[in-house]
């Protein structure tokens, strides 16, 4: 009886002390293969992906240890970029289901997931995904209403010396600026944006860690509401030699070539009508001494860009040519499995792209000027283990020197005409890019805790801090950012509980009043460039039940403190959110 009681305890005492969610997302139990963010290859790992590599086609089987890979589905269930708060039943999903939800402020899911294993262990599948919501009607007179739509189709396919996956998927964002705070538009204003964007992406991955290792290539078509394009090509191939045996010390060497090309051309139709066009040649050479867990690595990064940025309204043209140099280098003592000291430092080169900048805050005006950003170095160190395999934790410091730091502004009216006749994002209530020189220093920690068999409890905390050579403060970055989660499973597995509660402290931004001044009559504004967002904290439960193996109901709770919080100036949240369902499987 108490392995029931605990969890519920606990799950009830964590809703009150931990409230909020920045962002929200529902549970999407897809077994297409996801993009891997970081994946090492390792022969002391300790778990190996069945069938991969097929056991009776590889002589030395790989074992694979897979990390940091990010939820399959990506979309909003708010006003707001979302996050996976519903955990997923662990190895029991089903490759084929369809999933249909409806809730408050008139959101509507739809879900479905197919796919074939054909001969020669072929897989083919695709994906649909629908949400919408109807928005804040009783916090705003004009429209606030989104929708969100993805439809994707993949092949997994395994060789005798590889595995191949290619993916292509299409997203539309169909959503509005509604985010209007010092003026009084009607009802039937158009504030209307409107994203389009076709992915197709490549990997093949040899089983064998010798001289090619794998290849990754991703290509981008963006077009928007208000004809902005932006077109994005990359390839990455690794090149490795591991497991070299250093005599009899017990000591293994690995090498390791990292080549990536990148290509991105960005143009913008309104405003200035700024255009960007990057092309980056990137190598990374490394060699790791490794002995058990304890390792050296010692590396560098090259960077050759080529920079093009031009202003057609002001007939400016920006190029720049620069090779780059980064450090690469870490280390980790393992004391034992329950302390492992390491640290190192590294830096790099980060293409903002106007892709990259919409997923972050898609309210931005459709014209934006971008530049890279250059992280010089990054010192970090830490300390992390795994104690009776029962707790993990990690715990890590930072500072860094960066160029050209990314955040956003507000930006004003682009105009003083005294009218509401205006465009949807002359209002504002947009946001552009700015750019500074400045340190940042980072302390974060996480943890997870397996106190039951069927419970798993996570947290985790991240503090940033900035020292910016021209502004005062970063806009619209947080200082601190908190998560704390729980899964909770019982009744022979078939039922399955979540928790999560997500923090954010106050952010400053930029905003404006404005009024009209004069005659005849004009806008003027006044800027505060030191106002408060204000922080958040959200709490987020879900439930969902196996009545058959094949049928499925699910309950999701969203933002259940009903805080009308704002992540950009004058972008309320959906407030409570409650959503069901069924989830039938094939």
Same mark, same amino acid.
């Given at each position: 009886?108490?392995? !029931? ?22 549970? @999407? ?24 590599? $097929? ?23 708010? %006003? ?36 074939k294993t054909l001969e020669n262990k072929i897989e083919v599948g695709a994906d649909v995904h629908v949400l919408s919501t109807q928005g804040l009607k009783k916090e705003y007179a004009w429209d606030s209403k989104q929708s969100n739509a993805t439809i994707g189709a993949f092949l997994n396919s395994y060789g005798e010396k590889g595995k191949f996956n290619v993916n292509a998927e299409y997203g539309l964002n169909n959503y509005n600026y509604y985010g209007i705070y010092a003026l009084e538009p009607s009802a039937d204003v158009d504030l209307k944006q409107k994203v389009n964007q076709f992915k197709v992406n490549g990997y093949y991955d040899f089983y064998s860690n ?20 932006? +077109? ?33 051309? %960005? ?71 329950? /302390? ?12 903002? %792209? ?17 530049? $890279?950003?250059? %992280? ?28 050209? &730091?990314? /955040? ?16 949807? !994002? ?41 020292? @910016? ?40 931004? +930029? ?18 460039? +030191? ?7 959200? &709490? ?17 709770? +969203? ?14 949240? @959906? ?8 989830? &039938?499987?094939?």
């Open positions: 009886m108490m392995k !029931y009681i605990l969890p519920i305890i606990f799950l009830g005492v964590s809703s009150v002390a931990f409230s909020q969610i920045k962002e929200e997302k529902l549970i @999407l139990n897809k077994k297409r293969e996801p993009e891997v963010k970081k994946i090492e290859k390792k022969k002391t790992s300790v778990e190996t992906i069945k069938n991969y590599p $097929p056991e009776e086609k590889s002589q030395n089987p790989v074992k694979y240890n897979i990390t940091d890979v990010p939820a399959v589905s990506d979309f909003k269930t708010s %006003t707001i970029q979302g996050e996976d708060v519903t955990p997923k039943f662990e190895g029991t999903a089903q490759d084929n289901y369809f999933q249909f939800g409806m809730g408050n402020y008139g959101k509507i899911l739809a879900d479905a997931n197919i796919s010798e001289i090619l290792n794998d290849v990754r290539v991703k290509s981008s078509f963006l077009k928007d509401h208000f004809d902005a394009q932006e +077109n994005q090509v990359s390839i990455l191939a690794n090149f490795s030699k591991h497991a070299v045996e250093l005599g009899k010390s017990g000591v293994n060497l690995n090498a390791d070539l990292g080549v990536g090309l990148e290509s991105v051309k %960005t143009d913008f139709a309104i405003r200035d009508k700024n255009s960007a066009t990057f092309f980056n040649m990137n190598l990374a050479p490394k060699v790791t001494f490794r002995k058990g867990d304890s390792y050296l690595m010692l590396g560098s990064s090259f960077s050759f860009l080529n920079a093009k940025n031009s202003n057609d309204l002001l007939a400016e043209q920006l190029k720049n040519n620069k090779t780059y140099w980064f450090p690469q280098a870490e280390f980790q003592y393992a004391a034992a499995n329950e /302390f492992k000291f390491y640290g190192g430092v590294d830096g790099g080169l980060k293409l903002n %792209t106007y892709s990259d900048l919409l997923q972050e805050n898609p309210f931005i005006v459709s014209d934006q000027y971008l530049k $890279p950003t250059e %992280t010089k170095y990054h010192f970090y160190v830490g300390l992390r283990g795994d104690i009776d395999e029962t707790f993990k934790y990690d715990i890590s410091a930072g500072y860094g020197k960066m160029r050209d &730091i990314m /955040f956003f502004k507000a930006n004003d009216l682009f105009d003083n005409t005294y009218s509401l006749n205006r465009s949807a !994002y002359n209002f504002a209530n947009t946001f552009s890019a700015i750019y500074d020189d400045g340190n940042v220093s980072d302390i974060k920690g996480s943890l997870q805790y397996f106190p039951l068999e069927n419970l798993i409890l996570d947290g985790e905390v991240r503090f940033t801090k900035y020292d @910016l050579k021209n502004y005062e403060n970063i806009y619209n970055v947080p200082l601190l950012n908190a998560s704390i989660g729980a899964k909770y499973t019982m009744l022979d597995k078939k039922l399955l509980l979540g928790f999560k509660g997500i923090f954010a402290s106050d952010r400053t931004t +930029n905003s404006f009043a404005i009024e009209g001044v004069g005659t005849p009559m004009i806008y003027q504004s006044t800027e505060d460039t +030191n106002d408060k967002v204000g922080g958040y904290a959200d &709490i987020n439960l879900s439930a969902e039940y196996k009545i058959h193996k094949n049928f499925s109901i699910f309950a999701l709770g +969203n933002n259940l403190l009903s805080s009308k919080y704002q992540t950009y100036k004058g972008y309320k949240v @959906l407030g409570a959110q409650i959503l069901g369902g069924i989830k &039938i499987s094939f």
